[in-house]
Nanobody, 128 residues
Framework: QVRLVEAGGGLAQPGGSLRLTCETS????????VAWFRQVPGKKEREGVS?????????FYGDSVKGRFTVSSDNAKNTVYLQMTSLQFEDTATYYC????????????????????WGQGTQVTVSS
């Protein structure tokens, strides 16, 4: 049974930092990619934030977070991290990790309908 559990959300000030974690189980972590998405209340679409390939470490980022967020993984712990720095008000959202059991990433990674398995989400609020 594939399972993803996010943690680490909370309240941060503009310019501050947070680190999210995504603990996974139920699938061969080292063989697949895991993505981070976020969703703002009232918006139907989930925005692709980042993706990491646990096979070769290749990473992808959404344009709005490039240079500020860093995705990484610990294959021994089956865990993916999202280090968020220089946080902005616009980063306020519920953050989800997901996997579609894809072995590699490509330009389609931002499409949320490609992911069958999702965590429950963790809230990030950026406020002064």
């Amino acid at each position: 049974q594939v399972r993803l559990v996010e943690a680490g959300g909370g309240l941060a000030q503009p310019g501050g930092s947070l680190r999210l974690t995504c603990e996974t189980s139920g699938f061969p972590f080292n063989d697949y990619t895991v993505a981070w998405f976020r969703q703002v209340p009232g918006k139907k679409e989930r925005e692709g934030v980042s993706l990491i390939s646990n096979r070769d470490g290749e990473t992808f980022y959404g344009d709005s977070v490039k240079g500020r967020f860093t995705v990484s993984s610990d294959n021994a712990k089956n865990t993916v991290y999202l280090q968020m720095t220089s946080l902005q008000f616009e980063d306020t959202a519920t953050y989800y990790c997901a996997t579609g059991l894809h072995r590699t990433g490509n330009s389609l990674w931002v499409r949320s309908n490609r992911y069958a398995y999702w965590g429950q989400g963790t809230q990030v609020t950026v406020s002064s």
